[in-house]
């Protein structure tokens, strides 16, 4: 049986997966950050540290098949913050995945990756990057030192560009960006089972009617993993449309949302000197 690590055990996304997987009878190591877990069945393999120290990733990846990686930062924060937690952190967990021939990973990428397109437009897998900030960036940054990892070292990666990960879509941006916990348990399980991947990117949605995000490109990479996803933000549509919109007016206009708008420089203010 497949060994499956998970890290940010004890985050948002962390937590639904490491029930949700433990459920399954999956063979899984759950490891959190600064706090111990406290074990929620028998002898559950639980663990807890610093994934910038060698010592805490050799004890996190040994015997460990798949690693399914949500640790790390995941809102905007002060670069020196991210550069330890999303960049430094993720090159000691990609090394480490080399000492102890972990064959593949799911790294939690981010729509902020993209954050900075309008939401009129539609993105195919391989559209460019356009960081909504310093998170988002560090996400490009991931997705590209998982590429690395896959042409010189052969660990396989599949980069999920997460949307709006939460139970239930609660307002009018959710309408496209919304991924349902079902088919986000879908996508880690595909990740946990397809035979081969190699490198892929998919967008971690649902099957929203409004999705800013399609399916194709980047060599058709969610049908080479089969993920279908099930669940649908416009089932909610008609509760949402009721309320306002609680954006402001930037961070309507782009795919980011609330991301976009955090130190925006405004048209009018552009190219001016600061007072
Ligand atoms: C993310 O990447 C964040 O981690 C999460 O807190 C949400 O803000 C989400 O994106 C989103 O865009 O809704």
């Avoid at 937590?15 to 111990?36: C, F, I, Q, Y």
Wanted: charged share 25%; net charge negative.
């Amino acid at each position: 049986m497949k060994k499956v690590a998970l890290t940010g055990a004890a985050g948002q996304l962390g937590t639904v997966l490491r029930r949700a997987l433990l459920a399954r009878g999956v063979n899984l190591r759950s490891a959190a950050g600064s706090k111990p877990l406290t074990p929620i069945v028998d002898g559950e393999d639980v663990m807890h540290g610093d994934l910038r120290e060698r010592a805490v990733v050799d004890r996190l990846l040994e015997g460990v098949d798949v690693l399914i990686h949500m640790a790390g930062t995941s809102v905007e924060r002060p670069l020196p913050e991210i550069i330890e937690n999303n960049l430094r952190g993720l090159v000691e967990v990609y090394e480490g995945a080399r000492r102890h021939g972990v064959k593949r990973i799911l790294f939690a990428s981010s729509n902020h990756a993209i954050g900075m397109y309008p939401v009129e437009e539609k993105l195919t897998l391989d559209c460019a990057f356009r960081p909504d900030g310093f998170y988002g960036l560090s996400k490009a940054w991931g997705e590209s030192l998982a590429r690395l990892y896959w042409d010189k070292h052969g660990i396989e990666t599949v980069c999920v560009r997460i949307g709006s990960c939460v139970p239930e879509p609660t307002e009018f941006r959710h309408l496209s960006t919304w991924l349902g916990h079902d088919d986000l348990m879908q996508l880690v399980d595909r990740v946990i089972n397809v035979p081969e991947i190699g490198f892929a990117i998919v967008w971690g949605v649902s099957n929203n009617t409004r999705s800013y995000w399609v399916q194709e490109g980047a060599n058709n990479d969610a049908e080479r993993l089969g993920y279908l996803p099930q669940q649908n933000a416009e089932d909610y549509a008609g509760e949402i449309l009721k309320k306002e919109n609680p954006l402001d007016t930037v961070a309507q206009r782009y795919q980011g949302g609330g991301f976009a708008s955090i130190d925006f420089t405004p048209p009018e203010a552009r190219g001016k000197h600061g007072e």
